[in-house]
């Protein structure tokens, strides 16, 4: 298979996961770019999601050609037969409350037997405890009001370094 193909089958399963971010502050619009993809609700660049694409803006087109081995990598392993899925989570229904758009629940941590889940206290958090539930069987999923946290920029999985225990 070539790097074409292999980058091609890659964005097959990741793009419907993804799309355009717009900022608060109307910085960047939703508009479909295949240079500028940012995990869903996401409004500022940032480099803590396993598939976050690189920003343009940030970047620049030096980086993207440095990681460009990785995602050949990564496309190379996911279309060689082992199963993999790619899992949309939802955003929150409304906006978090004091900001002008929605949160996001992929930010979490995983813990040996837990994984702390972001809550804003919205109608969609039982959605997201019960596809983590489905996900991480084996561990307790729990909640944890990050409205503050997010309003500053941050999130769970980014104000802890976790390590879980080694696989008896």
Not at 43 to 69: F, Q
Not at 72 to 90: I, K
Not at 115 to 136: I, Q
Request: net charge positive; charged share 20%; hydrophobic share 40%.
């Amino acid at each position: 298979m070539n790097k074409a193909t292999l980058i091609a089958n890659l964005l097959i399963a990741a793009l419907p996961a993804m799309s355009c971010a717009g900022s608060a502050d109307g910085r960047q619009k939703e508009t479909e770019s295949m240079y500028k993809y940012t995990i869903v609700s996401e409004d500022a660049p940032h480099e803590g999601t396993w598939l976050a694409w690189p920003h343009r803006h940030t970047y620049g087109t030096a980086y993207r050609d440095s990681i460009e081995p990785v995602w050949v990598a990564m496309a190379a392993a996911l279309s060689g037969g082992e199963p993999y899925r790619v899992v949309q989570m939802p955003l929150t229904r409304k906006n978090v409350r004091g900001l002008g758009y929605k949160g996001s629940y992929l930010n979490f941590y995983v813990g040996n037997t837990v994984v702390l889940k972001p809550a804003y206290g919205d109608a969609n958090d039982s959605v997201a405890v019960r596809m983590l539930t489905e996900l991480y069987p084996g561990r307790r999923v729990v909640p944890i009001d990050v409205t503050k946290l997010y309003k500053h920029g941050g999130m769970l999985h980014c104000v802890t370094r976790q390590q879980p225990a080694a696989r008896q």
